[in-house]
């Protein structure tokens, strides 16, 4: 079974940044696809940011130039740097992993959700 350990959550000051990081418990040459997806109160969730094997990477519109998702296969950890964060940015984020289970199948995998506050 996949683990998925998320850190680096918390609150911070309308501009300033916040580094979030997501641990995989295995070999990250077996992941397909990593991400970060996030659900504010009384919305429904989004997706942040992907990256994929192939180092191709998706993010929402209203993040872009804003946050930047990589990876560390050394460490089998995706994160996501969060600049210049607005109050909007508020929200649980999840990691989320797609794994492959064999050559033909894959699964998805979610970490237990971080909180993001950005005051204003």
């Known amino acids: 079974q996949v683990q998925l350990v998320e850190s680096g959550g918390g609150l911070v000051q309308a501009g300033g940044s916040l580094r979030l990081s997501c641990t995989a418990s295995?070999?990250?040459?077996?992941?397909?696809?990593m991400g970060w997806y996030r659900q504010a109160p009384g919305k429904q969730r989004e997706l942040v940011a992907t990256i994929t094997s192939g180092a191709s990477t998706n993010y929402v519109d209203s993040v872009k130039g804003r946050f930047t998702i990589s990876t560390d296969n050394a460490k089998n950890t995706v994160t996501l740097q969060m600049n210049s964060l607005k109050p909007e940015d508020t929200a649980v984020y999840y990691c989320?992993?797609?794994?492959?289970?064999?050559?033909?199948?894959?699964?998805?995998?979610w970490g237990q959700g971080t909180q993001v506050t950005v005051s204003s």
């Open positions: 989320n992993a797609k794994i492959w289970l064999d050559a033909t199948r894959s699964r998805d995998y």
């Open positions: 295995r070999n990250i040459f077996s992941i397909l696809a």
